[in-house]
């Protein structure tokens, strides 16, 4: 079993920066891939960014390459998310989940086994 608890999101204006942090529960993080999604109102789940077992391979949706950073600490069961020049359309539910099957981490939702609870990301024009 594996808890996940992400933290970190609030309200920010546009062109304003974010870190969001997710900590993992159990003595098996590094064998997990990791991956933060988001989900906005009437949308569906998205991939934003992901992070394979090691650390090592990223893997960013288009629209926040280049603005946010994912990374993780395998001694601290973290991941971390930074978001930078943060636009509305990035405003959404922000998850983070663990992929315990996989070395990289997918962009199908549906490849995660465990999700975190959520956190808001507001971010006002």
């Known amino acids: 079993q594996v808890q996940l608890v992400e933290s970190g999101g609030g309200l920010v204006q546009a062109g304003d920066s974010l870190t969001l942090s997710c900590a993992a529960s159990?003595?098996?993080?590094?064998?997990?891939?990791m991956g933060w999604f988001r989900q906005a109102p009437g949308k569906e789940r998205e991939f934003v960014v992901g992070?394979?077992?090691?650390?090592?391979?990223?893997g960013y949706a288009h629209s926040v390459k280049g603005r946010f950073t994912i990374s993780r600490d395998n001694a601290k069961n973290t991941v971390t998310l930074q978001m930078n020049s943060l636009k509305p359309e990035d405003t959404a539910v922000y998850y983070c989940?663990?992929?315990?099957?996989?070395?990289?981490?997918?962009?199908?939702?549906?490849?995660?086994?465990?999700w975190g609870q959520g956190t808001q990301v507001t971010v006002s024009s």
């Open positions: 992070v394979s077992r090691g650390g090592g391979i990223t």
């Open positions: 159990g003595r098996s993080f590094s064998n997990y891939a």
């Open positions: 989940a663990a992929d315990t099957r996989r070395s990289g981490a997918s962009v199908d939702y549906r490849q995660y086994s465990y």
